[in-house]
């Protein structure tokens, strides 16, 4: 199984970045995609998901309302359109997969895989 994250660089505060997340060697459809991410001298912590079905989306509080979530199953990818950036948000960002009971679906213990990640920084 593959997960290889792009799409990250350095953008000014308040610019958009796309995140693009291709997976392979998994039936993309039978997984739940998320985002995580881990800033320097943190822990990882959860971004975004989204259920096979690309039904509903869950966001972390820090980033709702500027970031949205999508998957084309079609082309095994999952995306995340980030808007509105802020330094905080500089961090090293995961694509996962995992079929995580929905109790655990904001945990990077509910994900199976992981990919490279792929580093966003904000400058202030």
């Known amino acids: 199984v593959q997960l290889q994250a792009s799409g990250g660089g350095l953008v000014q505060t308040g610019g958009s970045l796309r995140l693009s997340c291709l997976a392979s060697?998994?039936?993309?459809?039978?997984?739940?995609m998320a985002w995580f991410r881990q800033a320097p001298g943190k822990e990882r912590e959860f971004v975004s998901t989204?259920?096979?079905?690309?039904?509903?989306?869950y966001y972390a509080d820090s980033v709702k309302g500027r970031v949205a979530i999508s998957r084309d199953n079609a082309k095994n990818t999952l995306y995340l359109q980030m808007n509105s950036l802020r330094p905080e948000d500089t961090a090293v960002y995961y694509c996962?997969?995992?079929?995580?009971?929905?109790?655990?679906?904001?945990?990077?213990?509910?994900?199976?895989?992981w990919g490279e990640g792929t580093l966003v920084t904000v400058s202030s």
């Open positions: 996962a997969a995992g079929q995580p009971i929905l109790s655990s679906q904001r945990s990077a213990t509910g994900y199976k895989f």
């Open positions: 060697g998994l039936t993309f459809t039978n997984y739940q």
């Open positions: 989204l259920r096979r079905t690309s039904s509903t989306p």
